[in-house]
């Protein structure tokens, strides 16, 4: 049975130590400094959190995690996950087990996925990567991934959804039209290609700015931000072109092969189950 590994940050954390109270901790040392990192097993998935201090250190010290990637004008870009990615591999290598999919929380920025794509893959095995909400790993079919799409995705401008590319063979979409299709997750598409969808009350704006973050990762655009600091340029940038650049993101991410528009729709499958905590007719994909 091939292992999931499910990667937590944040308040995620604390709420894994409520619900799986044992873990393994170890201090790794990486180039990078020092960090903590626990791993919780849980049937046939592994949680993995790591941290600047201990699991047993107040809440308050460890809100400050992993170190901060910046762009060029010197602001805050998005989580380093090389600490993270040294730490697993020295305590716990994922290739041993034949991974084939990470889960990333939400409050993990696009350029970081990107970023730990290329350090996991390919030596680790790791094909595609989840989305998954903090607190609904636990809920998740072993071996599933939620997700949603709409059959005339690529007919649609990415005005009318909030999509985050989170690697080059998963696009994770929060918001917008189709989300009502849902199927078996055993229907999957065998192309590689899984849309995650997931419920998110984030303001449209914040998912544009992380679509920025996958293009300047990418090398597309070199600065995501100018003289406007709340609405970095690819922001503009896209609400203006839509579909045909949407459609140069899914050919830079590998999701698609030409960015012409006669490219075949996406489709995709997903199961539908309700978010802990939540509303019983509130899904993740809805």
């Not at 993995?48 to 308050?60: K, Q, T, Y």
């Not at 045909?244 to 006669?262: E, Y």
């Amino acid at each position: 049975m091939k292992r999931v590994f499910t990667i937590v940050t944040g308040t995620g954390f604390d709420q894994l130590r409520e619900i799986l109270p044992s873990f393994e901790e170890q201090q790794v040392a990486t180039p990078f400094g020092d960090i903590y990192v626990q791993m919780f097993d849980h049937g046939g998935n592994t949680f993995v959190h790591a941290n600047r201090h201990s699991a047993h250190a107040p809440l308050e010290q460890r809100l400050w995690r992993l170190p901060m990637c910046f762009d060029r004008g010197g602001r805050e870009c998005f989580l380093d996950p090389r600490p993270l990615v040294y730490a697993l591999e020295s305590f716990h290598p994922l290739h041993r087990f034949g991974t084939t999919a990470v889960g990333t929380p939400q409050d993990l920025s696009v350029g970081s996925i990107a970023l730990l794509e290329g350090h996991l893959t390919p030596e680790f095995g790791i094909t595609s990567f989840c989305g998954l909400h903090s607190g609904a790993e636990f809920h998740q079919p072993k071996g599933q991934v939620f997700c949603t799409c709409h059959h005339e995705l690529l007919d649609t401008t990415l005005a009318d959804y909030d999509c985050r590319v989170v690697s080059k063979n998963v696009l994770r979409i929060t918001r917008g039209p189709g989300f009502e299709s849902h199927e078996d997750a055993d229907r999957l598409r065998d192309d590689g290609i899984t849309i995650v969808g997931m419920h998110t009350a984030l303001p449209e704006a914040y998912c544009w700015h992380e679509l920025g973050h996958l293009i300047t990762a990418a090398g597309v655009i070199t600065d995501s931000f100018d003289e406007h600091p709340d609405q970095p340029t690819i922001e503009r940038i896209a609400k203006q072109q839509g579909q045909a650049l949407f459609r140069t993101f899914l050919k830079v991410a590998g999701l698609i092969a030409s960015a012409d528009a006669t490219t075949t729709p996406l489709s995709c499958s997903c199961p539908k189950f309700p978010v802990p905590g939540l509303s019983d007719k509130l899904c993740l994909n809805e």
